[in-house]
């Protein structure tokens, strides 16, 4: 089994900046590309930032500038910096990461639970 556990997010003020952190356990033998999602309410899911194993990263537009995103392999674990958020950063924030539990698997997607950024004075 494959866990995705996330650490992070809560309530902020605009401008201000959160942390989130998420690490990948169980039973993984790669890991391809972390990243990150977010869900507003009445809104579709939408990438956030995304980092390859290769360590390139690519960034939605309406964040570029403000988040910066770092991953570990080794460790297995990704993390999402927000500076300069803004009350349209509210949402629940997702960590995924395409995982190969064997080596003649697929990568396959795995998801966490979701963890809430609200930005709101």
């Known amino acids: 089994q494959v866990q995705l556990v996330e650490s992070g997010g809560g309530l902020v003020q605009p401008g201000g900046s959160l942390s989130l952190s998420c690490a990948a356990s169980g039973s993984i033998f790669s890991i391809g590309n972390m990243g990150w999602y977010r869900q507003a309410p009445g809104k579709q899911r939408e990438l956030v930032a995304r980092i390859t194993s290769g360590g390139s990263t690519n960034f939605a537009d309406s964040v570029k500038g403000r988040f910066t995103i770092s991953g570990d392999n080794a460790k297995k674990t990704v993390h999402l910096q927000m500076n300069s958020l803004k009350p349209e950063d509210t949402a629940v924030y997702y960590c995924?990461?395409?995982?190969?539990?064997?080596?003649?698997?697929?990568?396959?997607?795995?998801w966490g639970q979701g963890t809430q950024v609200t930005v709101s004075s």
């Open positions: 995924n990461a395409q995982i190969k539990t064997r080596s003649f698997s697929f990568l396959n997607d795995y």
